[in-house]
């Protein structure tokens, strides 16, 4: 107890959902979660990042049958669950990972694995500012100018309706109907909308990156 004889705040219990089990279906028969950033698959990095980020557990969602994603994994602090229903879409990712989740925790960290540029600070961030007591139950990345992105935290309060989640509605119906518990968070640039699903957008995104790269290099 404090000075004043009250209980001192507790720093609430949070979960990162790592949602991996999507097909890749507009690679052209690439794996997006497999492609490498600095010799790293996009899938490890994205997990270091949010194992590095504060939260207090991390669980990815795979396919039934992921020996490469398993791999891209092995060695970091990350739980897998599988997920049988993987094919009908990420609604059924985050319903199998929220009954995975730690039954004590406060809150769940909903992030995409194809999303590069996060680091654990804008992870961090969130988490900052998840404070279920003071209302702040859904915390949302925005890009720098205000549109919203990726991660989501959500409170335990919506776990019962993410538990129902199906299809690829993800968590976006619950976001529309609980604005009132929305708060964000603008993280740098257009972090927080870059996810790469072609190998078109892996090009660009790769080019765009060597070229910020040379002309830090030429500063």
Known sequence: RSAAGAEPSRR??????????GQSRRMAGRDKLMEEIAGEPVLARVARA??????????????????????????LPVR????????????????????????AADGALIALADMPELEARDHARLLAAFDPGEGREIVRATTEDGAPGHPVLIGRRFFEPLAASGGD???RRLLQ???????????????????????????????ARAAAERAAEGA
Not at 80 to 103: F, H, K, Q, W, Y
């Open 12 to 21: 609430p219990r949070v979960g990162a959902l790592l949602l991996a089990a």
């Open 50 to 75: 949010l194992a590095a980020s504060g939260v207090d557990e991390v669980i990815a969602v795979l396919r039934p049958d992921d020996p490469a994603r398993s791999a891209a994994l092995a060695g």
């Open 80 to 103: 897998i669950v599988r997920n049988p229903r993987a094919a009908e879409g990420m609604g059924t990712s985050i319903a199998c990972a929220i009954a995975a989740l730690d039954p």
């Open 169 to 171: 509605e993800g968590a």
């Open 177 to 207: 109907e609980h604005r009132d518990f929305v708060v964000t968070v603008a993280l740098p640039g257009e972090r927080a909308r870059t996810d790469l699903d072609t190998p078109e957008a892996w090009a660009a995104w790769r080019a």
